[in-house]
């Protein structure tokens, strides 16, 4: 007899560090998910908050978070806590909290021009579709714009952005939390010779995605597929939890009548059988929830920000009270709606 699904009951939210401003209740009954959380399960929250408190942490630790890294070691808490802490220690070693507010990425177009990551637009149930097109990598070209270690903090600043504003915003538009990401990977183009330079650069940024950005995926779309992938794919799946094959899916050329079941027409580019075409290419547009105004809201990293250079800069001194002159109002006037 199966199990009975968990009823939903309202996520409970730590004070000190819960500050949500969208939905906090999973759109489907899953135990370990935010609203459908056995005692056991928020006992174990509170644990393993407890244990990196403890040791000094006081950076995301809020529920959610925690209940991401937990779900990815089964809420064994001893394993969580590992897979935090060397997350953290990451951060810290790539500084990447300090990069985050004013990172630029000038060369991305013409990285693009080799290998177009990009968000855009939603799926059928309101996650960001991300799409990587790796047909066209060439590392000895795209290290003459770029290097290895640039593409990579631009993956991370990617999930970081993902995790908000992008993800916030496409929970208050859906009514309900979204964590997940559903993603398009596109071997068109991907030969023999492509091979180990595609997976030499997609082994690093996997390893990244796994170790530091756990139950990020919603759905992954594998099409064109080379010959004989699946014989490949029919040994690998072996390996992987059955909980992450079921998110992935092999699919060859004639991939479009899936596909399109999961992300709508107007959401998809042109190239992969959708309506959209966006001005300027839909790999630079970035189009989703995250920039319409009515679910867009600034992220926190960029509040914390601001905040911190407030803090760091000194008040001016005080200046002498004036009267101004009238044509002196009028260029305050003039600055003012400027």
């Known amino acids: 007899?199966?199990?009975?699904?968990?009823?939903?009951?309202?996520?409970?939210?730590?004070?000190?560090?819960?500050?949500?401003?969208?939905?906090?209740?999973?759109?489907?009954?899953?135990?370990?998910?935010?609203?459908?959380?056995?005692?056991?399960?928020?006992?174990q929250v509170f644990q393993l908050r407890m244990l990196l408190e403890s040791e000094g942490y006081t950076e995301r630790l809020d529920t959610l978070t925690l209940l991401r890294f937990l779900r990815a070691r089964k809420f064994d808490v001893t394993l969580s806590k590992q897979m935090f802490v060397e997350c953290e220690t990451w951060r810290k070693t790539t500084k990447l909290d300090e990069l985050l507010p004013t990172w630029d990425y000038p060369e991305k177009k013409e990285v693009f021009n080799y290998y177009p990551q990009y968000y855009h637009g939603t799926d059928k149930d309101g996650r960001p579709v991300y799409i990587e097109q790796l047909g066209g990598i060439d590392l000895t070209a795209m290290y003459k714009i770029t290097t290895a270690?640039?593409?990579?903090?631009?993956?991370?600043?990617?999930?970081e952005r993902v995790a908000d504003p992008r993800l916030p915003a496409c929970s208050r538009k859906a009514g309900t939390l979204l964590e997940t990401c559903c993603t398009i990977m596109d071997f068109k183009g991907v030969g023999l010779t492509k091979i180990p330079q595609v997976y030499s650069y997609v082994k690093q940024a996997s390893v990244l995605s796994q170790n530091y950005y756990p139950e990020?995926?919603?759905?992954?779309?594998?099409?064109?597929?080379?010959?004989?992938?699946?014989?490949?794919?029919?040994?690998?799946?072996?390996?992987?939890?059955?909980?992450?094959?079921?998110?992935?899916?092999?699919?060859?050329?004639?991939?479009?009548?899936?596909?399109?079941?999961?992300?709508?027409?107007?959401?998809?580019?042109k190239q992969f059988s959708g309506t959209c075409e966006c001005p300027g290419g839909c790999e630079l547009s970035d189009k989703g929830p995250w920039r319409e105004a009515e679910w867009a809201k600034p992220a926190k990293w960029e509040k914390q920000s601001t905040t911190k250079t407030e803090e760091a800069t000194p008040a001016p001194a005080p200046a002498a009270p004036q009267v101004a002159t009238?044509?002196?109002?009028?260029?305050?006037?003039?600055?003012?709606?400027?």
Not at 234 to 253: A, E, Y
Not at 263 to 268: D, G, H, Q, R, T
């Open 149 to 159: 270690e640039r593409m990579l903090t631009n993956l991370a600043v990617e999930y």
């Open 1 to 43: 007899m199966a199990a009975p699904e968990p009823s939903p009951s309202p996520l409970k939210l730590e004070p000190k560090y819960d500050d949500y401003d969208f939905p906090t209740t999973a759109p489907t009954a899953q135990s370990g998910h935010a609203g459908y959380l056995t005692p056991e399960q928020e006992a």
């Open 326 to 338: 009238e044509p002196e109002a009028d260029g305050a006037a003039a600055a003012a709606v400027a």
């Open 216 to 269: 990020r995926l919603g759905h992954l779309y594998l099409i064109n597929t080379p010959w004989g992938f699946s014989s490949v794919w029919s040994v690998i799946k072996g390996w992987l939890d059955p909980v992450t094959v079921k998110k992935i899916h092999i699919l060859n050329s004639s991939y479009q009548k899936e596909l399109l079941a999961q992300v709508p027409a107007e959401n998809l580019p």
